[in-house]
């Protein structure tokens, strides 16, 4: 009996779901379990990458399905991406999936439980939709370059993605809110868990600026650091940020010294450094994706992070960047809706603020008394990861995933699957 994972990216590739999906399948695996990772052979950015079709890492059998490389700068490419996915993952699954076996399909690309519902059914397999976000709610938000399909496309795909979720035996969501979005549509109860997402505390521990090498490398010595670290996407709020960069500089000329650093990439960043030209701010500096190796450093090279959302998302979205910031010891800053998954996170454990989105003078003043008084900063910091060590952490996560598994196992057998 195996757990077959299914989703476009896997170790050693950096994006979000990629990182969640390495971190469940290696620790299952060294819990005794036999786990198989059904993936593309791209990384998240480079999707001219040709990864190894087959191999075993740290025990977790990895089948890397040919798809095609077009990227994400392209709507028709990346549907085609998609496709070409959907196509291949279902039939390396239909070859791998067997009698008893659980199938755990995540959501990149949107709706693999579409797909992955039928081929359990008929492989005698039990499926277990694991959400990080919903789609195509979020489409129907978000848009598509623009653009909108008609609306019985999005009924049409509502209506198929929702009898997916109907007929698994469970489904894992990250939050409240998309729980209760679940349930709306039917989803019985006994059939939806929420579990968080998380943050490995052995990989990113608190680093303190005066031995962080990054710092010294980016020329952050002696600067009280603002960060944003992650994709910065149409799903996040750019605005309130400059609003709230001009505002500090306007504040502290010749005062304090504070600096905003961007890490990652995303659709708006682009249009992001433009208006930061535009407008003739100088404090930003921007970074790329860090090695996965490298985040204990490049979170903690911050005091301080934003972690944004639009709020029509709440429900749909949680971003996952929240618990490494927890994890790396620093307070967070959240700008979106104050009753929200994350700003509840940390109003409820203290760890950091909630700004309204388009309050760009509220982020600038929490900002500014962080800045003016860092032992409160470092106070936040702390308490951020003792909560993490509690709530967020891997290990903490693996177990709850441990539990689900036993629970539903259908011979009622509490341990490994193997």
Known sequence: MSIVFLNRYFHPDHSATSQLLSDLAF???ECGYDVRVITSRQLYDAPAERLPAHEIIAGVDVRRVQTS????????????????????????????????????AKTDPPLLSVIAAPIARWRGAQLINWLQDLFPEVAEVLGLNGRQPPGFVYDTLRNVRNQSLRSAIMNVVVGDGMAQKIAAIGVAPDRVCIIQNWADGVLIEPIAPADNPLRSEWGLDGKFVVGYSGNLGRAHDYRTLLDAILLVEDATRGLLQISWLFIGGGALRVDFAKELRWRGLKSVTFKPYQARDRLAQSLSAADVHVVCLRPELEGLIVPSKFYGIAAAGRPAIFVGDRSGEIAREIERNNIGYVVSQGDGAGLATRVLALARDPDLCRQIGAKARLVCEEEFEKQVAIGRWEQLLARIHPHGHAGPLR
């Open 69 to 104: 490389r077009f990227g994400r700068n392209n709507l028709v490419g990346r549907a085609v991406d998609y496709l070409t996915f959907y196509l291949a993952g279902a039939w390396k699954l239909w070859r791998l999936a067997r009698r008893g076996d659980f199938v755990i």
């Open 27 to 29: 620790g299952l695996s």
